[in-house]
C-alpha cells in the first residue's frame, strides 16, 4: 500500500470536525491517523467551559487519536486549560496562532499575535515550563505579509515546541490565493523544528506535488479536502474504497450516521439543518450536476424537506468526481 509511512492528520474545522463527525466520519472511512480537534478558547478567570472541553473528552473519542487545541494570549489562563486537559489524558496540546478571522484577529488572538513575536515569545516562555502537557503550534505565514514568519521562527527556535503546523497563507488572506509552497520550504529550512504541512490538499495530484517537494515532510494535514472527498485519506493510502456505485452507498449511509449523530445534539431544524447544510456546501459540489439538486438542499428550512431533497440527491446518483479547487 501507497504512504504508508505518511501520518494523516484530520485539520481542525470549528463547526465541522466536532467529536460526532470526527466519530462518525472514523466507522465509515479508513486512512486518517489522528485529529487536531477544533481550538477551545481560554476563559480567564480560570474557567471552563464545559461542551467544549467534552469535545474532547477521551471516552467520547474512540475513533481518533487527537490533540486538543487551545486558542488564547494570557500565559495562566492558557496554562490552567492545558493542565485541565493533560489531567484528561492529553499529553500535549496545540495553540492556536492562525486563526484569520478579524474579530479574533483583533484581539491578537490566532494569527492576530503573529505581528507581536516578542509577545509570542514572552507567552511561549510563561506557558512551556508551567503546564505539563507538551506544545506543537499552528501558525500561518504572517498575519499581513509572508515575511513575518521570519523573527518568528527564530522565537520557536528559542522554544522546546514539538512541531510546527504551517498554513501557507497570511492570516489576511484568509482563504484567497493558494497555499505558497515556496514560501513553507523556505520557512521549514530556516527553522530546527520539525514541519508539518497544511493547506489546499484535495486530491492525489494536490497530495502528490507536496510529497514531491518535501519528500522528507511526513506529517501531513488535511481540513476541508476531506469534508470535499470522504475517501482522500483511503485514496491517498492506496486502499480499496469501491467503485462508483459502492462509493455513493458508502455516502449515503454515513450522511444519514452523521445526521443521526446531530440529531442528538441539535434542538430544532434550523441548527439541525444549517450543520448538515455546512457539510454538504463543500460534499456537493463533488458531484458532476450538482447545482439544482445541492441548491434545493441548501434552501431546505424544514428536517423532512431536508431529507426529502438528500434523498432525492443520492437518488439522481451523480457520478462523484471530487478533486475540485475549494
Ligand atoms: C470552517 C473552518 C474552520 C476552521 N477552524 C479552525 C480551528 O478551529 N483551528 C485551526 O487551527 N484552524 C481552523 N481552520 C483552518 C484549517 O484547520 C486549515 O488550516 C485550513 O482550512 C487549510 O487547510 P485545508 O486547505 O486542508 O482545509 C478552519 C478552517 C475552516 C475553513
Redesign the pocket.
Known amino acids: 500500500m501507497k504512504n504508508q509511512a505518511i501520518t494523516l492528520i484530520l485539520?481542525?474545522?470549528?463547526?465541522?470536525t466536532d467529536v460526532t463527525y470526527r466519530n462518525v466520519y472514523a466507522r465509515h472511512f479508513s486512512g486518517m491517523d489522528e485529529a487536531?480537534a477544533?481550538?477551545i478558547s481560554t476563559m480567564g478567570q480560570q474557567r471552563l467551559k464545559p461542551t467544549r472541553i467534552q469535545d474532547v473528552a477521551p471516552e467520547r473519542n474512540t475513533g481518533c487519536f487527537i490533540v486538543p487545541?487551545i486558542l488564547g494570549n494570557v500565559a495562566e489562563d492558557f496554562t490552567f486549560l492545558a493542565d485541565h486537559l493533560y489531567e484528561m489524558g492529553h499529553k500535549q496540546v496545540n495553540w492556536?496562532l492562525?486563526?484569520p478571522h478579524s474579530k479574533i484577529a483583533k484581539k491578537q488572538r490566532g494569527s492576530g499575535l503573529l505581528l507581536y513575536p516578542e509577545k509570542i515569545d514572552a507567552l511561549l516562555a510563561g506557558i512551556i515550563p508551567n503546564m505539563k502537557p507538551s506544545l506543537s503550534v499552528?501558525i500561518r505565514l504572517g498575519r499581513r505579509n509572508k515575511d513575518e514568519i521570519s523573527a518568528l521562527l527564530e522565537v520557536f527556535d528559542r522554544h522546546p515546541v514539538d512541531e510546527i503546523i504551517l498554513?501557507p497563507r497570511t492570516g489576511e488572506q484568509m482563504?484567497t490565493g493558494s497555499?505558497d509552497l515556496d514560501a513553507f520550504e523556505k520557512a521549514e529550512k530556516a527553522s530546527r523544528h520539525a514541519f508539518v504541512y497544511?493547506?489546499?490538499?484535495t486530491d492525489m495530484a494536490s497530495f502528490n506535488r507536496v510529497r514531491a517537494r518535501f519528500p522528507h515532510i511526513r506529517r501531513i494535514?488535511?481540513?476541508?479536502?476531506i469534508l470535499a472527498n470522504p475517501f482522500l485519506a483511503e485514496e491517498i493510502k492506496g486502499m480499496d474504497s469501491g467503485d462508483q456505485a459502492r462509493q455513493l452507498e458508502r455516502l449515503r449511509v454515513f450522511h444519514d450516521d452523521l445526521l443521526a449523530g446531530y440529531d442528538k445534539i441539535f434542538s430544532g431544524p434550523g441548527h439541525l439543518t444549517g450543520r448538515m447544510k455546512g457539510f454538504w456546501s463543500y460534499l456537493g459540489p463533488s458531484f458532476d450536476n450538482h447545482k439544482k439538486p445541492l441548491k434545493k438542499i441548501l434552501k431546505a428550512t424544514t428536517i423532512p424537506a431536508y431529507t426529502d431533497r438528500v434523498k432525492a440527491f443520492f437518488d439522481l446518483s451523480l457520478a462523484f468526481n471530487p478533486g475540485r479547487p475549494?
Open positions: 485539520a481542525p474545522l470549528q463547526g465541522f487536531l477544533p481550538f487545541q492556536n492562525g486563526c499552528k498554513h482563504y497555499s497544511n493547506g489546499d490538499i494535514m488535511i481540513g476541508r479536502g475549494l
